[in-house]
């Protein structure tokens, strides 16, 4: 679905740190940060190539990884 994920923790240790992520889609990178249980996309946003299914699927797939990492 998506290869190349990942996170990175910016703002660390203050009030505006979010989780940020960037992965790789049919050669296309995406990069963006959660905020509550909301995926915020960077520009380019992934909807501007890739069908809404698609993005759903990966939105969905991406909120798991990030809760994987964020557990340990």
């Not at 989780?19 to 960077?42: C, T």
């Not at 501007?48 to 299914?53: F, M, N, V």
Request: overall charge negative; proline content about 4%.
């Amino acid at each position: 679905m998506f290869e190349n994920f990942e996170v990175n923790h910016l703002f660390e240790g203050t009030v505006h740190e979010h989780p940020h992520f960037s992965l790789s889609v049919e050669g296309n990178e995406y990069k963006g940060m959660i905020h509550g249980d909301k995926i915020h996309w960077y520009n380019p946003h992934p909807k501007q190539s890739l069908e809404e299914e698609h993005v759903s699927a990966i939105e969905s797939q991406v909120v798991d990884m990030i809760s994987d990492h964020l557990e340990q």
